[in-house]
């Protein structure tokens, strides 16, 4: 028999392991390299990894978002309960606190007025004593109020009621113990109470402001009333009967002004509201 060479049988079996299942990893790289498939999906999926990244963030940002609204409505509701808190507080500024010392001086007033009868004049001291304080008291709280920006609604209600109630209390008590007639005390308190009211019905057209003829009138029944709260004898005793008599004349007088006043606002109003209307409707 003739043999078969050792390199030709080494041939046959080398070739037979570089076969198609056979192929080695350098000849399977290229092929991974060139294959469409693998390629693409690998880009694809690249790609994905990329696109989550914005998706990521828009996620990280609503986060943001959301917790800044919550920072947000938790920075107002803190803002407005301080605010509320800085407006409960400004009831007690100075002036408010001068209009509630007014108030205060009322009954002492009148504990000191009818003292030891009403007719003892160093009780009637101590009583002129405690109502100068009120009418200077009165000069400054609304000053302070407007110029160093203190108007409260609390203001605005009780500065009147005050002014009013100590001027109410000296009167009665002069026309209680038989120094003033009753119907100075009528034509005073009367006038008074009036405007008040006549202020509050045309409140809603606009607001009638206080004349230097109301202010001259209020100075000059403090003076009067003073004069007669001390137990003045002589010349000063004639002296505070006319004042007293200006302090009337003023009082019905600007009185007289501020219902001129009210009946001209109350028409401008009316008018303007009309003609509004007539807008409307056009």
């Not at 092929?31 to 914005?54: I, L, Q």
């Not at 001086?105 to 100068?132: E, H, T």
Request: contains cysteine; charged residues 20%.
């Amino acid at each position: 028999m003739t043999g078969v060479p050792a390199s030709a049988a080494g041939g046959s079996s080398s070739a037979r392991r570089t076969g198609p299942r056979g192929t080695s990893g350098a000849a399977r790289e290229p092929a991974e390299r060139t294959s469409p498939g693998s390629a693409a999906d690998r880009g694809a999926a690249e790609r994905g990894v990329t696109d989550r990244g914005p998706a990521d963030r828009g996620t990280t940002d609503r986060g943001a978002a959301e917790r800044g609204s919550t920072e947000g409505g938790a920075a107002g509701r803190g803002g407005k309960i301080a605010a509320a808190a800085v407006n409960q507080a400004s009831v007690w500024n100075v002036a408010n606190l001068l209009t509630m010392l007014r108030l205060l001086l009322v009954p002492a007033f009148v504990a000191l007025m009818l003292g030891n009868g009403g007719y003892d004049p160093a009780w009637r001291s101590f009583a002129w004593a405690a109502f100068a304080i009120a009418m200077i008291t009165d000069l400054f709280d609304g000053h302070l109020a407007r110029t160093y920006n203190l108007v409260t609604d609390f203001g605005k209600i009780a500065d009147p009621i005050a002014d009013k109630a100590i001027m109410g209390a000296a009167l009665i008590c002069l026309s209680a113990l038989g120094d003033l007639p009753w119907w100075v005390t009528a034509v005073i308190l009367g006038r008074e109470l009036g405007i008040t009211v006549l202020r509050f019905v045309v409140i809603r057209y606009g607001v009638i402001p206080a004349s230097r003829g109301g202010k001259l009138k209020t100075l000059t029944q403090g003076i009067a009333v003073g004069m007669y709260v001390l137990a003045l004898t002589g010349p000063l005793a004639t002296l505070r009967f006319w004042v007293m008599a200006a302090a009337v004349v003023l009082t019905v007088a600007t009185g007289l002004d501020y219902v001129k006043q009210a009946i001209v606002l109350r028409r401008r109003g009316i008018a303007e509201r009309r003609a509004a209307l007539k807008e409307t409707e056009g």
